[in-house]
Nanobody
Framework: QVQLVESGGDLVQAGGSLRLSCAAS???????????MGWFRQAPGKEREFVAG????????YYADSVQGRVTISRDNAKTTVYLQMNTLQPEDTAVYYC????????????????WGQGTQVTVSS
């Protein structure tokens, strides 16, 4: 089974930065089925929201408009880790952040992804 474990969430002041990590095990980086991976977030009372995505090779990345220019997603196949660098954080970025894998195409819908991590809490204070 594919397993994803997020880490790096923390309490940070507005304007600060965080680097989230997603440690993957299994066939995440070896199976052609995996394709795209992504980061989502979910705030209390809101639906899960797409943040950023990346292709299997790492050569293609895509971002939600709300984070474009402030967030960078990267992929380390050798270490089976995906990162989400977040800069200029704002209170509206407060959410549980989830790592996802298993989409066959570039997608922003959660249903496109087969595997999910447990989430890591990001809290941005004003």
């Amino acid at each position: 089974q594919v397993q994803l474990v997020e880490s790096g969430g923390d309490l940070v002041q507005a304007g600060g930065s965080l680097r989230l990590s997603c440690a993957a095990s299994g066939r995440t980086f070896t199976s052609s089925t995996m394709g795209y991976m992504g980061w989502f977030r979910q705030a209390p009372g809101k639906e899960r929201e797409f943040v950023a995505g990346i292709s299997r090779s790492g050569g293609s990345t895509y971002y939600a408009d709300s984070v474009q220019g402030r967030v960078t997603i990267s992929r380390d196949n050798a270490k089976t880790t995906v990162y989400l660098q977040m800069n200029t954080l704002q209170p509206e970025d407060t959410a549980v952040y989830y790592c996802a894998a298993g989409s066959a195409v570039q997608a922003v819908g959660p249903s496109s992804y087969r595997y999910w991590g447990q989430g890591t809490q990001v809290t941005v204070s004003s």
